[in-house]
Protein backbone atom coordinates (compact mmCIF):
# COMPACT_ATOMS: atom_id res chain seq x y z
CA UNK A 1 0.00 0.00 0.00
CA UNK A 2 1.60 3.24 -1.11
CA UNK A 3 0.26 6.67 -1.79
CA UNK A 4 2.60 9.52 -3.56
CA UNK A 5 2.25 12.96 -3.76
CA UNK A 6 3.42 15.18 -6.48
CA UNK A 7 2.88 18.31 -8.13
CA UNK A 8 3.88 21.11 -5.46
CA UNK A 9 6.22 23.63 -5.64
CA UNK A 10 7.32 27.40 -5.57
CA UNK A 11 4.24 30.03 -6.74
CA UNK A 12 3.85 33.29 -6.39
CA UNK A 13 0.31 34.80 -4.52
CA UNK A 14 -2.55 34.14 -6.72
CA UNK A 15 -1.20 31.33 -8.37
CA UNK A 16 -2.12 28.22 -8.95
CA UNK A 17 -1.00 24.65 -8.20
CA UNK A 18 -2.27 20.96 -8.82
CA UNK A 19 -1.08 18.02 -6.27
CA UNK A 20 -1.92 14.70 -7.30
CA UNK A 21 -2.44 11.72 -5.98
CA UNK A 22 -1.81 8.67 -7.13
CA UNK A 23 -2.26 4.81 -4.83
CA UNK A 24 -0.66 1.79 -5.72
CA UNK A 25 -1.40 -1.57 -3.55
CA UNK A 26 -5.11 -0.39 -3.58
CA UNK A 27 -8.02 0.88 -5.18
CA UNK A 28 -7.98 4.89 -3.91
CA UNK A 29 -12.12 4.46 -4.55
CA UNK A 30 -12.74 2.04 -1.80
CA UNK A 31 -11.46 4.57 0.63
CA UNK A 32 -12.04 7.88 1.73
CA UNK A 33 -9.07 10.54 0.68
CA UNK A 34 -8.34 13.36 2.29
CA UNK A 35 -5.80 16.04 1.53
CA UNK A 36 -3.80 17.93 4.53
CA UNK A 37 -1.27 20.11 5.42
CA UNK A 38 1.23 20.98 8.09
CA UNK A 39 2.83 24.57 7.87
CA UNK A 40 6.14 24.63 10.59
CA UNK A 41 5.05 24.80 13.85
CA UNK A 42 1.71 24.64 13.54
CA UNK A 43 -0.18 20.79 13.63
CA UNK A 44 -1.36 18.79 10.65
CA UNK A 45 -5.06 20.27 9.64
CA UNK A 46 -7.15 18.45 7.29
CA UNK A 47 -8.19 20.66 3.86
CA UNK A 48 -10.10 18.16 2.21
CA UNK A 49 -11.81 15.04 1.69
CA UNK A 50 -13.65 13.32 -0.54
CA UNK A 51 -15.92 10.69 0.14
CA UNK A 52 -15.77 6.46 -0.95
CA UNK A 53 -19.58 6.29 -0.87
CA UNK A 54 -20.88 9.00 -2.90
CA UNK A 55 -17.93 11.53 -4.10
CA UNK A 56 -19.61 13.83 -1.74
CA UNK A 57 -16.79 16.80 -0.56
CA UNK A 58 -15.09 18.14 2.52
CA UNK A 59 -13.08 21.64 2.76
CA UNK A 60 -11.86 23.58 5.78
CA UNK A 61 -13.58 26.94 5.62
CA UNK A 62 -9.62 28.33 5.22
CA UNK A 63 -9.82 27.15 1.41
CA UNK A 64 -13.66 26.53 0.79
CA UNK A 65 -14.02 28.69 -3.00
CA UNK A 66 -10.20 27.96 -3.61
CA UNK A 67 -9.24 24.87 -3.69
CA UNK A 68 -11.36 21.90 -5.47
CA UNK A 69 -10.63 18.39 -4.55
CA UNK A 70 -11.60 15.40 -7.00
CA UNK A 71 -11.00 11.48 -8.11
CA UNK A 72 -9.99 9.99 -11.38
CA UNK A 73 -10.76 5.77 -10.78
CA UNK A 74 -8.89 4.83 -14.32
CA UNK A 75 -6.24 6.67 -12.58
CA UNK A 76 -6.13 5.54 -9.11
CA UNK A 77 -5.41 9.34 -8.92
CA UNK A 78 -7.37 12.14 -6.35
CA UNK A 79 -6.56 15.84 -7.05
CA UNK A 80 -6.05 18.84 -5.10
CA UNK A 81 -6.38 21.73 -7.84
CA UNK A 82 -5.39 25.06 -5.71
CA UNK A 83 -6.42 28.39 -7.15
CA UNK A 84 -5.76 31.87 -5.63
CA UNK A 85 -2.96 30.44 -3.40
CA UNK A 86 -1.64 33.14 -0.46
CA UNK A 87 1.48 33.01 1.58
CA UNK A 88 -0.44 30.84 4.24
CA UNK A 89 -1.27 28.32 1.59
CA UNK A 90 2.34 27.21 2.25
CA UNK A 91 2.88 24.17 3.99
CA UNK A 92 3.78 20.05 3.22
CA UNK A 93 0.56 18.55 1.54
CA UNK A 94 0.01 15.02 2.47
CA UNK A 95 -2.72 12.65 1.05
CA UNK A 96 -4.23 10.08 3.13
CA UNK A 97 -6.69 6.89 2.85
CA UNK A 98 -9.10 5.68 4.88
CA UNK A 99 -12.45 6.42 6.83
CA UNK A 100 -14.12 9.63 7.50
CA UNK A 101 -15.87 11.24 10.37
CA UNK A 102 -19.89 10.98 10.17
CA UNK A 103 -20.52 13.06 13.59
CA UNK A 104 -18.88 14.82 16.26
CA UNK A 105 -16.73 18.10 15.31
CA UNK A 106 -14.89 16.39 12.80
CA UNK A 107 -17.95 16.04 10.44
CA UNK A 108 -16.96 15.35 7.02
CA UNK A 109 -13.11 15.17 7.24
CA UNK A 110 -11.11 12.31 6.31
CA UNK A 111 -9.31 9.97 9.19
CA UNK A 112 -6.66 8.61 7.26
CA UNK A 113 -5.04 4.66 7.98
CA UNK A 114 -2.58 5.43 5.45
CA UNK A 115 -0.31 8.34 4.14
CA UNK A 116 1.63 9.55 1.69
CA UNK A 117 5.27 11.40 2.44
CA UNK A 118 4.24 14.59 1.77
CA UNK A 119 4.60 17.17 -0.77
CA UNK A 120 5.98 20.83 -0.49
CA UNK A 121 3.91 24.22 -1.28
CA UNK A 122 5.11 27.35 -0.72
CA UNK A 123 3.54 30.92 -1.70
CA UNK A 124 6.05 33.70 -1.95
CA UNK A 125 4.24 37.10 -1.77
Known amino acids: VQLVESGGGLVQAGGSLRLSCTASGFTLNDYAIGWFRQAPGKEREGVSCISSSDGSTYYAGSVKGRFTISSDNAENTVYLQMNSLTPEDTAVYYC???????????????????WGQGTQVTVSS
Open 96 to 114: GAGGQYYSGPYYGQCSPDY
